[in-house]
């Protein structure tokens, strides 16, 4: 239970783990539920394309993902994985909305093992790829 009251449903831990194990989704966009008692999955996909990804998140409301994000570290080494958490609060999102998902955050995120990476995002610009990737790749070669 997060600060704001909101839990998190048993969807939402099956999806996140059906993603993790299970490989069955690329992501996974959750909200919190309209009468604000808990976090629900909003979608799943299983489109490989960061393009389908960023389109599904929306321009003026709060959301919750996870994207299993591939990548290539060069030098021969092939390809990595991580499992990354977006907090998706952008600018034009009402004041109330992005404090319920302030708050709530918590609730989601220490239900969620196995996450390597966390990105808020305000604007497109900060969960582009070539941003994230930065980000993810900065630890690569250290585990």
Not at 43 to 56: H, I, N, R
Not at 69 to 76: A, W
Not at 82 to 90: G, L, T, V, Y
Not at 112 to 139: C, H, K, M, P
């Amino acid at each position: 239970m997060s600060r704001s009251g909101v839990g998190v449903s048993d969807e939402a831990l099956q999806a996140f783990n059906d993603l993790k194990l299970g490989k069955k989704y690329k992501y996974i966009i959750y909200k919190v539920s309209d009468d604000k008692t808990k976090i629900v999955v909003d979608k799943t996909s299983t489109d490989a394309s960061y393009d389908t990804f960023l389109e599904d998140l929306p321009e003026t409301d709060c959301k919750y993902a996870i994207y299993d994000f591939e990548y290539d570290i060069g030098s021969g080494e092939g390809k990595r994985n991580k499992i990354i958490f977006f907090q998706w609060s952008p600018d034009t999102a009402s004041i109330r909305a992005k404090m319920v998902y302030a708050s709530s955050k918590d609730a989601l995120r220490r239900a969620l093992n196995g996450v390597s990476t966390d990105i808020q995002g305000t604007d497109f610009s900060e969960v582009a790829y070539d941003s994230v990737l930065e980000r993810v790749s900065r630890g690569a070669g250290s585990h």
